[in-house]
């Protein structure tokens, strides 16, 4: 009977160790099993402490490039209004350069009406004096005209220049070289060295 005892004792013992690895290994694993739950869940923090810093860092890049794009458009608003007054600026001071250059030329003309309206009311005049009248009317017109800036356009002898004679014939002249101006059949005239007709002429094409 005590014999018994003993080896119930003994499978007791046996039973309660393996029970209590059993509960020393469950418990192992639990504290494993927490662990990985505490390291994941820290992890999870520093990636959402991450991705929010990102977030803010963008937000705060969209809102210096909407910053930029709006005084970029000011700026060119600026630019534009600025470009308008100029735009009008000019044109009024040219309006007012051509209604200045327009009164002065017909201020210089006004004695040749003077002298126009002179010879008209002479009843009775001889040739010599209506061509001397007619001469010194035509004077008076090209001082005024040359004070404004006419120029009369050299043509007979010179060599022909497109940019200022106008070709009407070809003819030949052993005397003289090809493309020299023989005649001018009409006066060109510049202003201020701007062509506004150039030369009818004669040119030598032997």
């Known amino acids: 009977m005590a014999f018994l005892k003993e080896e119930l004792k003994k499978k007791d013992a046996v039973i309660m160790d393996e029970m209590k690895k059993e509960i020393d290994k469950a418990e192992k694993e639990d504290q494993q099993e927490a662990q990985v739950v505490e390291q994941e869940t820290l992890t999870a923090d520093e990636v959402t402490t991450e991705v929010n810093s990102e977030i803010e860092t963008l937000k705060a890049e969209l809102e210096q490039k909407q910053k930029d794009v709006l005084e970029h458009a000011d700026r060119v608003k600026r630019l534009q209004a600025d470009f308008d007054n100029f735009r009008r600026r000019t044109r009024q001071e040219k309006e007012e ?110």
């Open 97 to 206: 350069l051509s209604t200045f250059v327009v009164q002065g030329l017909i201020k210089d003309l006004l004695p040749l009406l003077d002298n126009l309206e002179r010879a008209i009311s002479v009843e009775s005049a001889d040739e010599t004096s209506l061509r001397e009248g007619v001469s010194m009317i035509y004077k008076q017109f090209f001082a005024a005209l040359e004070k404004n800036g006419l120029e009369s356009i050299k043509a007979v002898g010179e060599k022909f220049d497109p940019n200022f004679h106008q070709a009407i014939m070809r003819v030949e002249d052993a005397d003289k070289e090809d493309d020299i101006v023989a005649e001018e059949l009409q006066k060109g005239y510049s202003v201020h060295g701007r062509v506004i007709r150039p030369s009818m002429v004669k040119v030598v094409a032997n």
